[in-house]
């Protein structure tokens, strides 16, 4: 189906039985490596006067991805997938919020001095509104060259109280869960509404021109893929979360046919057995963060999530720790997001094979 990944159908089968914690023939991993330096293209490289004006060339941004995904090797169960990216809280910019544009990130400038009704009418999700009209164009363009050849999916979309923290500012909205907990709720019900408009618009272009479920992380799924997250949640107690946050939360995840809740830094830990009472909720992304001790120090976390029947991503694991990973884990819901410290392809085949051996013995 896709030229940069002729066992598609294969890993498709994969993650649909992943999704449910189970296996086809083997756990899930990704595997990349560079194409031969004589069947490499060069990617184009361009002179911006700014970085927003970087950011926002289509063409360029066409141009360089058709380059560079000719140019890996997408093993084993990784996916040749490339996003429009215009920042993480592009959603927010779709009701006004300005970006500003750095070299490897964008961030947004608040718009809302408070939760009061009036403050609250004069902000609306628009639909016409730059932000998403880029969006539109960017995943048109990535389509017309990629379909047949790669996987196109949509962006890192933040709603909820992400969405609300970039409308208020962090600070603000903290002071809001005590001032006014209430003008929280009423917009977390209204972003709720407003994401799955904008996720069922994107949903339906991609899916429409024979696309899965993808987006910046690189699983696919049949139907409808979400990554719910609320980096907000980091800074409030279990009970604000549980009142102010996790019915949006829930919603998003009704509208889905699958669910991998990314769970972000140490503060976030604590949600973990609630996140996982989420029927939809099937899978995690636990990130520790830096100096947190790799694959190795997210295992008590890897079999938290594993005892509770779901599936979860595994940070890289270098090729020599496999084994060791082995003793550690059942294969049934684990995805290793990458194995490292590969360089040939008859090495890539013998991880290959030392993962299906992990699997029949633990299967």
């Known amino acids: 189906m896709f030229t940069l990944k002729p066992d598609y159908d294969a890993v498709l089968n994969r993650f649909e039985a992943w999704w449910h914690a189970d296996i086809v023939d083997r756990a899930l991993f990704g595997l990349r490596l560079q194409q031969a330096p004589e069947k490499r293209q060069a990617v184009p490289v361009k002179t911006f006067a700014s970085h927003r004006e970087r950011w926002l060339d289509t063409g360029y941004l066409v141009e360089r991805t058709a380059a560079a995904m000719g140019n890996q090797l997408y093993l084993a169960d990784s996916l ?48 016409n509104s730059f932000a998403f009209r880029k969006l539109d164009e960017m995943s048109r363009a990535l389509l017309a060259v990629g379909k047949g050849n790669f996987i196109v999916g949509y962006t ?32 977390v019900a209204r972003v709720t509404d407003d994401f799955i408009r904008f996720y069922d618009y994107f949903y339906d272009l991609l899916s429409g021109a024979g696309m899965p479920s993808a987006s910046w992380l690189p699983a696919i799924g049949k139907g409808r893929f979400h990554i719910p997250s609320n980096d907000f949640s980091c800074m409030i107690s279990d009970q604000m979360f549980e009142e102010l946050f996790i019915p949006g939360i829930i919603r998003e995840c009704q509208h889905m046919d699958h669910c991998i809740y990314h769970l972000d830094g140490p503060q976030a830990l604590r949600y973990l ?63 290793i997001s990458a194995v490292t ?20 013995r633990k299967g």
Not at 90 to 116: M, Q, R
């Open 80 to 127: 040749p997938i490339v996003i429009p990216n215009l920042g993480p809280e592009v959603f927010s910019a779709c009701y006004g919020c300005e970006l500003e544009y750095g070299e490897n990130t964008t961030w947004s400038h608040p718009i809302l001095k408070d939760l009061t009704d009036e403050s609250l009418a004069g902000i609306a999700f628009d639909m």
């Open 341 to 360: 410290g590969v360089a040939t392809i008859a090495e890539a085949d013998a991880v290959t094979a030392k993962i299906a051996g992990w699997t029949r």
């Open 156 to 187: 890192d979309v933040h709603p909820g109280g992400d969405a609300i923290a970039a409308f208020r500012d962090p600070q603000e909205l903290l002071l809001d869960t005590i001032d006014n907990p209430a003008g929280i709720k009423k917009l």
């Open 273 to 335: 057995d609630r996140l996982l009472e989420i029927p939809e909720i099937q899978a995690i992304q636990w990130v520790p963060g830096a100096g947190h001790g790799g694959w190795r120090g997210s295992v008590p976390v890897y079999q938290r999530i594993q005892n509770k029947g779901k599936a979860f991503y595994v940070e890289p694991v270098p090729a020599q720790d496999l084994d060791e990973l082995f003793t550690q884990l059942a294969p049934e819901g684990v995805w």
